[in-house]
T-cell receptor, first 111, second 113 residues
Framework: DVKVTQSSRYLVKRTGEKVFLECVQD?????MFWYRQDPGLGLRLIYF???????EKGDIPEGYSVSREKKERFSLILESASTNQTSMYLC??????????FGQGTRLTVV | QKEVEQNSGPLSVPEGAIASLNCTYS??????FFWYRQYSGKSPELIMS????GDKEDGRFTAQLNKASQYVSLLIRDSQPSDSATYLC?????????????FGKGTHLIIQP
């Protein structure tokens, strides 16, 4: 079974803090993705990566950056957290034609 | 920008009946189509993928794709209360590299015992 593990299930951070969300997959997938999910807005792609050290902007990259130093790990960074970044963050990985498997999600609250 | 449209529901179906979920997409170059199931408070779980026109069956689930009309549907036969969830339609282009899935906002399905 594919296993995608996100470092935290729940996280509370203060406005202006730098926040790191970590994601690890154990299936040697080339592709990894970060989404956020909000009521009424659905799932929106923030960033994705198709190889180590490669990254591509998704639909809503503003206020975020990513890092992929190893194939199995993809990190999402909030440079200066703001309240409008309070959301459920979902990491996914996949191979080839982008079939994606999701981690359990991190519910981030910025206060 | 690609758009994926789904009726948000809730769609209420009696137990044992067929649940029919529909999805339309805007981008004609979309080539790969997926249905995810998401229980409340959980992450999406892939249940079906379809790449060519026609029907694809897997157990109680059937995915149908019509690229000319730009719609994809999911049928759930013999609906069970455990099928109550939000169903997300997702599309992407192929072409070798990843470009991420574009999701609809989901249809909330309720199976009434």
């Amino acid at each position: 079974d594919v296993k995608v593990t996100q470092s935290s299930r729940y996280l509370v951070k203060r406005t202006g803090e730098k926040v790191f969300l970590e994601c690890v997959q154990d299936m040697d997938h080339e592709n990894m993705f970060w989404y956020r999910q909000d009521p009424g807005l659905g799932l929106r792609l923030i960033y994705f990566s198709y190889d180590v050290k490669m990254k591509e902007k998704g639909d809503i990259p503003e206020g975020y950056s990513v890092s992929r130093e190893k194939k199995e790990r993809f990190s999402l960074i909030l440079e200066s957290a703001s309240t409008n970044q309070t959301s459920m963050y979902l990491c996914a990985s996949g191979r080839g034609i982008t079939e994606a498997f999701f981690g359990q999600g991190t519910r981030l609250t910025v206060v | 920008q690609k758009e994926v449209e789904q009726n948000s529901g809730p769609l209420s179906v009696p137990e044992g009946a067929i649940a029919s979920l529909n999805c339309t997409y805007s981008d004609r170059v979309s080539q790969s189509f997926f249905w995810y199931r998401q229980y409340s408070g959980k992450s999406p779980e892939l249940i079906m993928s379809i790449y060519s026109n026609g029907d694809k069956e897997d157990g109680r689930f059937t995915a149908q794709l019509n690229k000319a009309s730009q719609y994809v549907s999911l049928l759930i036969r013999d609906s069970q209360p455990s099928d109550s969830a939000t169903y997300l339609c997702a599309v992407t282009e192929t072409g070798g590299g990843a470009d991420g899935l574009t999701f609809g906002k989901g249809t909330h399905l309720i199976i009434q015992p």
